[in-house]
């Protein structure tokens, strides 16, 4: 009978080893950990104006306001300055259509139209932009011939936007830098910013101040400039010029600047 006790125990004690040895293998736990990013986006929005950030009138239209607001704690636009805020510029631009339907209709020579491009960064990252403002090229070059065009020095004065080779009031300029499709040929003003323009901002300078038709142009150049393919002619005898302004936006991260990213830019172009 004792033996029996003996066997009967040691079974139990077996069956106990058993079981705590096979809890033992089996206590286990999972964690895991799900990463949610948001995509980002490059977005911006070219906005034209009658409006001059400090109210130049040297378009010679005297029907656009002086500026009443003073600047303060912008960074290429000096504190005291009289100037309009981004809400005013961006205000007149949703009627400027209007204006340029209006002011830009039978245009003759010595009359000009305020015209005044800023970029507004709609996108949810930084971005380098640029704006660039072509103009047919003809027999004297755009920016000094037929077109009458000025452009906005302090753009580049101010260190927003880089100058070109002519000097720090200069944009920069390269004459038949741009083909359209008909064949004609423009003459290309660029501003790049140096800086990246963060989301929700907008450029601090225009960088034109108006375009329109030079004093001294006669019936004589309108003629050549029509043969030449710069003054488009329509069936109703309407002659049009075109000037176009463009702008380009690139994301920030990953570029050491403005010059490398849109070196990027015009690679995939």
Known sequence: MKKKLTAIFLCVALVAIAIVGASLAYFTDTE???????????????????????????????SIPDPTQTASGMKYVTDGHKAFTDDEIKADAE???????????????????????????????DAYVRIRVMAPHDYEGSYRGFISAMFCSSATSSGEF????NGVNWPVVKEN?????????????????????KPGAMTEWNVINYVGIGENVTSADIQTAVEKGFIKVSADG????????????????????????????????
């Not at 895991?32 to 104006?49: A, H, Q, R, W």
């Not at 880089?162 to 080779?165: I, L, S």
């Not at 290309?188 to 323009?197: C, D, G, M, S, Y």
């Not at 049009?240 to 403005?258: C, P, R």
Request: glycine content about 8%.
């Open 177 to 197: 830098g741009y083909t359209d499709a008909d064949g004609l040929k423009y003459d290309v003003l660029t501003f790049t910013r140096i800086e990246p323009l």
């Open 238 to 269: 309407t002659m049009t010029v075109n000037v176009l302004v463009q702008a380009d936006a690139i994301q920030a991260e990953g570029f050491a600047d403005a010059k490398a990213a849109f070196a990027a830019f015009d690679a995939q172009a």
């Open 162 to 165: 880089q100058h070109g080779a």
């Open 95 to 125: 009627k400027y259509s209007e204006y340029i339907a209006e002011r830009g209709k039978n245009m003759v020579p010595g009359r000009n139209f305020a015209k005044c491009p800023y970029v507004v960064n709609t996108g949810s990252n």
């Open 32 to 62: 895991s950990v799900t990463n949610t990013f948001t995509v980002g986006n490059v977005k911006i929005d070219l906005i034209e104006s009658r409006f001059h950030r400090e109210g130049n009138d040297n378009s010679g239209d005297t």
